[in-house]
């Protein structure tokens, strides 16, 4: 691992988040022309919901606080390290975030088929990316998912109404629960699937940052 790779860590880190993949693109990766590394940040987790309710954006009353965080501190890290910012939201058109997720080692299709990370597990989530024009060294990637020496897999029967399983994503049905049911678990600390993994449970994530996140979904 080089020193600019520590660098850029170092400063992300400062800022409550973490890189949760790197790799160099080639040609079907979709990256911006130029680009010699691609980084994927996400939350630095214990703390970076503490970090997002105190600052200006969830204080002024505006809609989407943590995207807006996001443009603003990513953003200002990309002017100090002479990258371009990348976000997973402000579309359409999208950057494709998964695809980059997978390209980079760190994250699989999980037994229930949404990404788990090798840090996040099924809690992952991606804030931005950086584009590098250089192409800096970089640490190896884990090797296998997670999931294969996983324990009972739990993820797979953790839904109460089985709208997460192996044969993918019922929206529907997870909107209806989640609309119809009162104080479930799913919504006052978020998704029983993803909580139900292991390194999720490991990852640190507030409760409250679930809840948040689940009353967007169900809005």
Not at 69 to 83: E, T
Not at 138 to 158: F, I, N, W, Y
Request: hydrophobic letters at 35%; charged letters at 20%; aromatic letters at 8%.
């Amino acid at each position: 691992m080089t020193a600019r790779y520590r660098e850029i860590e170092g400063i992300a880190r400062a800022a409550q988040l973490d890189i949760f993949g790197a790799f160099h693109p080639g040609e079907g990766d979709k990256s911006p022309p130029g680009t010699g590394t691609l980084l994927l940040l996400g939350p630095d987790e214990p703390g970076f919901w503490d970090v997002i309710t105190g600052s200006p954006e969830w204080g002024d009353g505006r809609d989407d606080p943590v995207d807006r965080w996001s443009a603003r501190v990513i953003g200002g890290l990309a002017d100090r390290l002479g990258a371009r910012a990348l976000f997973p939201f402000g579309g359409p058109p999208y950057q494709p975030f998964i695809h980059w997720a997978k390209r980079s080692g760190r994250a699989w299709a999980s037994p229930v088929e949404i990404l788990v990370h090798d840090r996040a597990g099924l809690m992952v989530s991606y804030r931005g990316a950086l584009a590098l024009p250089e192409a800096i060294d970089l640490p190896p990637p884990p090797g296998a998912p997670p999931c294969a020496t996983c324990e009972g897999q739990p993820c797979r029967t953790a839904c109460p109404v089985g709208a997460l399983t192996p044969a993918g994503y019922n929206v529907p049905e997870c909107h209806r629960y989640l609309t119809s049911v009162a104080d479930t678990r799913c919504m006052a600390e978020g998704c029983d699937v993803r909580t139900a993994c292991p390194l999720s449970r490991r990852y640190g994530r507030r409760p409250g940052q679930s809840a948040y996140h689940m009353r967007q979904f169900v809005r």
